[in-house]
């Protein structure tokens, strides 16, 4: 909870007439992870305060870490009709008499941005939360090092290869990733393109990935030997404005030094196939939801409504990084309409062994 919680508590105990005027608006009790070990924690507090003097209401935050303890609360207030608007990951166990499915919340409230992703299905079924931060992998792009060669952002797959020829030709590394030494970003990234999203995962998206990887590797797009290459040297290659292009996670964001942040930015790789893909390689972080007792007292959810919804428009929450950096992960996770999961996941059994096939195959080209 808010330490300054406590305080506003005592102080409207010593200063009757100023809890007589907070005493108009609606209080929402609120359950998210966006403590103070979050990056997020301080926007968050910053986005409660600015809504609480919009709309004249207060919120009881009770933001921490996601443990037994914290979960307990959050069942008993539950129970007791006390919580509001949580946010939580896919499988905590609440179900529907708990919490509003996004699907509920949405038809009731289209404009609040809540959105329906298959992956965030609960083991029941149902689908209770609305996405408000992703774990995603995608392609990271130097623009600098691109646009030194008259070359744009590549949107297209042709695109891609072409911009890789050319950097090739001028020794740039296209692509920096140590492929037999760490690949399964590249991998689940190259499956997503060599494929329909509806097959991701299945023996048609190994396939396609190992297409994909074959093209590039076919124009130079990894170097003329990835193969004797770490990755913690290809990464720096990359954070310096050495290499111009690099597939990584959402922690690599984090990374890219202050000076850097407007002349990166993050894309999903082309599809080959020319036909675009709405969703992002990943799974989701965190999602939101009312509370059933808080949707059926209509001051509250009235309340909630607003305060969902301006949690949903907040990119700080999704993006620790500011620049153009910032802007397209936060344009990426927007404009995504699901998460595909990753390859290890859907395939634990056999991941390894495909992937040293895969490799095994790249490198005897």
């Known amino acids: 909870m808010r330490k300054w919680l406590i305080t506003l508590v005592s102080l409207c105990l010593i200063v009757g007439v100023a809890c007589g005027a907070q005493a108009a608006g609606v209080t929402l009790r609120t359950f998210t992870p966006f403590a103070d070990t979050d990056f997020a924690a301080q926007d968050y507090m910053d986005m409660i305060t600015a809504w609480e003097t919009e709309t004249g209401n207060i919120v009881e935050d009770y933001s921490g870490a996601m443990d037994d303890a914290w979960m307990q609360m959050l069942r008993e207030m539950l129970a007791d009709g006390q919580a509001d608007v949580v946010v939580l990951p896919v499988g905590s166990g609440l179900t529907v008499q708990e919490l509003v499915t996004a699907g509920e919340l949405g038809e009731a409230a289209p404009e609040s941005g809540v959105k329906k992703f298959d992956a965030m299905k609960e083991a029941d079924g ?3 939360l609305s996405p408000v931060r992703l774990y995603w992998e995608a392609l990271y792009v130097n623009t600098d090092v691109l646009a030194r060669y008259g070359l744009a952002v590549p949107d297209t797959f042709e695109s891609l290869l072409a911009a890789c020829v050319t950097l090739s030709q001028n020794g740039v590394l296209p692509i920096a990733n140590a492929l037999c030494e760490w690949n399964e970003i590249v991998l689940d ?14 023996q048609a998206s ?11 590797a076919q124009v130079g797009a990894f170097g003329s030997d990835p193969w004797n290459m770490t990755d913690a040297d290809a990464e720096s290659r990359f954070l310096a404005g050495e290499a111009a292009m690099r597939f990584d996670a959402d922690v690599l964001a984090q990374r890219v030094d202050a000076s850097r ?3 990166v930015v993050v894309i999903n790789l082309p599809p080959k196939d020319g036909q675009a893909r709405g969703e992002v390689v990943g799974t989701p972080a965190f999602g939101v939801a009312i509370s059933r007792a808080c949707w059926q ?3 509250r959810c009235e309340a909630a409504v607003s305060f969902v919804t301006r949690l949903l428009d907040e990119t700080a929450l999704v993006t620790p990084v500011g620049g153009k950096l910032g ?20 395939n634990a059994e056999t ?3 495909w992937a040293e096939g895969v490799i095994a195959e790249l490198m005897a080209m």
């Open 126 to 128: 149902s689908l209770l």
């Open 189 to 202: 990234c190259a499956a997503l393109s060599g494929a329909p999203a509806d097959v991701y995962g299945q």
């Open 206 to 216: 190994l396939s396609g990935a190992k297409d994909v990887l074959a093209t590039l």
């Open 261 to 263: 942040l407007d002349s």
């Open 297 to 299: 007292d209509d001051a």
């Open 327 to 346: 802007e397209s992960i936060a344009a990426l996770t927007a404009n995504a309409t699901d998460m595909t999961g990753i390859l290890y996941d859907l």
């Open 351 to 353: 991941f390894d062994a």
